[in-house]
């Protein structure tokens, strides 16, 4: 019976206290954009593979936080008295920070197609003296 107790009494607690853990939308987007902004400035000035390579894969969690981000913030909207302005909002903000994101994958993309064309003229040109 005591166990019983305690487990209703812990159960309890973490129920009550999850909220208090929670990020809002709002909190979770100014940290998230903070995040694209960091993201831009760092990878303005792409030179290497590897530095692509690691632009590619950071704007690939960032997207995938933006969209968490959304779905989260959409759930939120439609507790909201005003829903289409809500959601209008969000698709905004959404949209202004896949346009960042989408910038920088399209740049580390574009380096990782010229550095391989490149190589492939590199090893043409070194076939072609032999």
Known sequence: MLNKKFLMAMLAGVLLAAPLHAQTPAD???ALSAQVKELATRHADLQTAGQAEAALQET???????????????????????VNSCLGDIKLQRRQQQTVLQKITLE??????RLHIEQLDRALQQKQSE
């Open 60 to 82: 690939g969690a960032a997207q995938s936080r933006l969209q968490a981000w959304y779905a989260q913030a959409e759930r939120a909207c439609h507790a909201a008295f005003f």
């Open 28 to 30: 979770e987007y100014a």
């Open 108 to 113: 580390a993309k574009a380096l990782q197609r």
